[in-house]
């Protein structure tokens, strides 16, 4: 059975035999209406891309040692800042403990420069004792600062050391390969796990010769949901700057709004490249009735309402295309269900 038969079927059935058309005042309308206008549209060209993680990393160990614990595998999610690995740390520690017993030694000998630096000032300025001596607690009291200075590195550094040995996510994202096993010796850059955030996605699409200038001009995508959703409009565009020898298209990064739902790296999606504009028939989404793959608007003219079956085109925001099946100028019901209700109401009181 083809479409507009069965269009017609599904409105007779919903509403009735008097459902085709009744009269209707302006005064009496229960619903707002709208009328179909031409307005300037985008023309967009739909090409194929691919979605890939903007963030994909490997992480590697900074510091010696062995393998002491794997928190995370491969596909496990893992939050930004979570630990995914422990190295074997007592030398670090150890390591940090030596530094900390240094620090508290040049702790004690500084303050004990300090102090004799004060008494010999103090004598120095009521001229008791001589220039040399003078210069001789100032050259020691700057010597146990320095040594004071260093001691405090040192444990800064040993700390940075033993911090190396849990090594944490850097972003949140999924484990996509995990280099190490259980008890194997690192070194440093030794690769451990490599993964890729959701958070941040673009999709990459090759945009063909004749099309890269307008898609440049206009600097515009939209990206369709694999789920059938409204389009995503793209965050920005990335050109590379010279095309494939072999196939003469442009590889375009279309970089998507951060944490976007319902993408995953690998995945085949459509995009819409705007490449011009044209002036097309439209009407507010909300006044389109869509049952299934019949779409109708209730069009009201010469004080009568009629359901009329229309073939509708792109969406543009809270605007629908209208291909085929309405005129410019026409009014049509802005509320189809209110409109629908008071068509079976008046074929109900025509039946009586």
């Given at each position: 059975?083809?479409?507009?038969i069965r269009?017609?079927?599904?409105?007779?059935?919903i509403?009735?035999?008097?459902?085709?058309?009744t009269?209707?005042?302006?005064?009496e309308?229960?619903?707002?209406?709208?009328?179909?206008?031409?307005?300037?549209?985008?023309?967009?060209q739909?090409?194929?891309?691919?979605?890939?993680?903007v963030?994909?990393?490997?992480v590697?160990?900074?510091?010696?040692?062995?393998v002491?614990?794997?928190?995370?595998?491969?596909?496990?999610?893992v939050?930004?800042?979570?630990?995914?690995?422990?190295?074997?740390?007592?030398?670090?520690r150890?390591?940090?403990?030596?530094a900390?017993a240094?620090?508290?030694?040049t702790?004690?000998?500084?303050?004990?420069?300090?102090?004799?630096?004060?008494r010999?000032?103090?004598?120095?300025?009521?001229?008791?004792?001589?220039?040399?001596?003078?210069?001789?607690?100032?050259?020691?009291f700057n010597a146990a600062?320095?040594?004071l200075e260093?001691?405090?590195a040192?444990?800064?550094?040993?700390?940075?050391?033993?911090?190396?040995t849990?090594?944490?996510?850097?972003?949140?994202?999924?484990?996509?390969e995990?280099?190490v096993?259980?008890?194997?010796?690192?070194q440093?850059?030794?690769?451990?796990?490599?993964g890729?955030?959701l958070?941040?996605l673009?999709?990459?699409?090759?945009?063909?010769?004749?099309?890269i200038?307008p898609?440049?001009?206009?600097n515009?995508a939209?990206?369709?949901?694999?789920?059938?959703?409204?389009?995503?409009?793209a965050?920005?565009?990335?050109?590379?700057?010279?095309?494939?020898?072999?196939s003469?298209?442009f590889?375009?990064?279309?970089?998507l709004?951060?944490?976007?739902?319902?993408?995953?790296?690998?995945?085949?999606?459509?995009?819409?490249?705007?490449?011009?504009?044209?002036?097309?028939l439209?009407?507010?989404?909300?006044?389109?009735?869509?049952?299934?793959?019949?779409?109708?608007?209730?069009?009201?003219k010469?004080?009568r309402v009629?359901?009329?079956?229309?073939r509708?085109g792109?969406i543009?925001?809270?605007?629908?295309?209208?291909?085929?099946?309405?005129?410019?100028?026409?009014?049509?019901?802005?509320?189809p269900?209110?409109a629908?209700?008071?068509?079976?109401?008046q074929?109900?009181?025509?039946?009586h």
């Amino acid at each position: 059975m083809s479409t507009p038969i069965r269009a017609m079927l599904f409105f007779m059935i919903i509403h009735g035999p008097f459902a085709a058309s009744t009269l209707l005042r302006a005064a009496e309308r229960p619903f707002p209406v709208t009328e179909a206008q031409r307005q300037i549209l985008p023309d967009e060209q739909i090409l194929d891309g691919v979605v890939e993680a903007v963030h994909r990393s490997t992480v590697s160990a900074q510091t010696a040692g062995r393998v002491e614990k794997i928190m995370v595998d491969v596909n496990d999610f893992v939050p930004q800042g979570a630990p995914i690995i422990r190295i074997r740390n007592i030398e670090q520690r150890a390591g940090l403990d030596q530094a900390q017993a240094a620090l508290r030694e040049t702790q004690a000998r500084f303050i004990e420069a300090e102090a004799e630096y004060q008494r010999i000032r103090g004598v120095y300025e009521r001229k008791l004792v001589s220039k040399a001596q003078m210069d001789s607690a100032t050259a020691a009291f700057n010597a146990a600062k320095a040594r004071l200075e260093a001691a405090q590195a040192g444990v800064a550094q040993a700390k940075e050391s033993l911090g190396y040995t849990t090594i944490s996510a850097p972003y949140s994202g999924i484990v996509l390969e995990r280099h190490v096993a259980l008890g194997e010796s690192v070194q440093p850059g030794t690769p451990l796990m490599t993964g890729f955030s959701l958070d941040a996605l673009r999709v990459i699409a090759n945009v063909p010769q004749r099309l890269i200038g307008p898609v440049r001009q206009y600097n515009q995508a939209r990206v369709v949901p694999p789920n059938g959703g409204s389009p995503i409009a793209a965050e920005k565009l990335t050109f590379f700057p010279y095309a494939d020898p072999q196939s003469n298209v442009f590889k375009v990064r279309v970089y998507l709004p951060p944490k976007t739902a319902g993408f995953y790296p690998g995945m085949f999606v459509k995009t819409a490249f705007r490449v011009g504009e044209d002036e097309r028939l439209t009407i507010p989404r909300a006044a389109l009735a869509q049952r299934g793959e019949v779409s109708a608007v209730y069009v009201v003219k010469d004080d009568r309402v009629n359901l009329r079956q229309v073939r509708p085109g792109r969406i543009a925001g809270d605007q629908v295309e209208i291909l085929a099946g309405l005129d410019a100028g026409e009014t049509v019901a802005l509320d189809p269900i209110r409109a629908g209700v008071y068509l079976k109401e008046q074929a109900r009181a025509g039946g009586h």
